[in-house]
């Protein structure tokens, strides 16, 4: 199993760590042919709007829809949630591949001098809590039907999963806990034939 991590921008070395931590070959993702290698991909946080003008310069849109369409996971934190999401609250002209119905407001906890953490009881991964990192983090306003919230911070949902897509409005890179990564790592084992 090969993980691959895109690495247009955002801390994706931090998750390619997470990967390595738990013994898993980890790629950084920078071009089409790197989407034949993976079997299980990580969008990281970042900047959405730079995310996406960076997927469109290296012509990596394609490649992304093509791997969704073949039904490979993907996990998507912070700028990534927002990427994976249908809608976007308050930048309805953003691009979004749509991939989970969702819609997100950007920046929804406040500025970057907000950033806080805070521990979160996430019952799919476990009984103990998992710390939290929110910076400059998007809120899920609205899920679809089949869309499954895994994780609650007070009333807002921060962890949802559709399908062979895993979303978060946290930064799970940022700590040493790595059950969120074994739990994608299942998703994406599922998935290989």
């Given at each position: 199993?090969?993980?691959?991590?895109?690495?247009?921008?955002?801390?994706?070395?931090?998750?390619?760590?997470?990967?390595?931590?738990?013994?898993?070959?980890?790629?950084?993702?920078?071009?089409?042919?790197?989407?034949?290698?993976?079997?299980?991909?990580?969008?990281?946080g970042?900047?959405?709007?730079?995310?996406?003008?960076?997927?469109?310069?290296?012509?990596?849109?394609?490649?992304?829809?093509?791997?969704?369409?073949?039904?490979?996971?993907?996990?998507g934190?912070?700028?990534?949630?927002?990427?994976?999401?249908?809608?976007?609250?308050?930048?309805?002209?953003?691009?979004?591949?749509?991939?989970?119905?969702?819609s997100?407001?950007?920046?929804?906890?406040?500025?970057?001098?907000?950033?806080?953490?805070?521990?979160?009881?996430?019952?799919?991964?476990?009984?103990?809590?998992?710390?939290?990192?929110?910076?400059?983090?998007?809120?899920?306003?609205?899920?679809?039907?089949?869309?499954?919230?895994?994780?609650?911070?007070?009333?807002?949902?921060?962890?949802?999963?559709?399908?062979?897509?895993?979303?978060?409005?946290?930064?799970?890179?940022?700590?040493?806990?790595?059950?969120?990564?074994?739990?994608?790592?299942?998703?994406?084992?599922?998935?290989?034939?």
């Open positions: 199993m090969i993980l691959g991590i895109l690495g247009l921008q955002g801390d994706f070395y931090a998750h390619k760590k997470m990967g390595e931590k738990l013994g898993i070959e980890t790629i950084i993702v920078r071009s089409p042919e790197d989407f034949e290698k993976i079997d299980g991909l990580i969008i990281p970042g900047e959405s709007t730079t995310i996406t003008k960076l997927l469109s310069r290296y012509n990596l849109i394609k490649s992304l829809k093509k791997f969704h369409k073949e039904g490979k996971p993907i996990f934190t912070c700028a990534g949630m927002i990427l994976l999401a249908k809608k976007i609250d308050n930048h309805p002209d953003q691009f979004s591949f749509g991939f989970i119905d969702i997100v407001k950007r920046n929804a906890y406040g500025r970057q001098i907000e950033s806080f953490e805070e521990d979160v009881s996430i019952p799919i991964i476990g009984k103990n809590p998992f710390r939290t990192v929110f910076i400059r983090a998007p809120k899920i306003s609205r899920m679809g039907k089949s869309v499954e919230s895994l994780a609650k911070h007070n009333s807002d949902h921060i962890l949802a999963r559709e399908g062979n897509i895993l979303v978060g409005s946290f930064h799970p890179e940022l700590t040493e806990d790595t059950r969120i990564y074994e739990y994608f790592l299942e998703m994406v084992k599922r998935t290989k034939p």
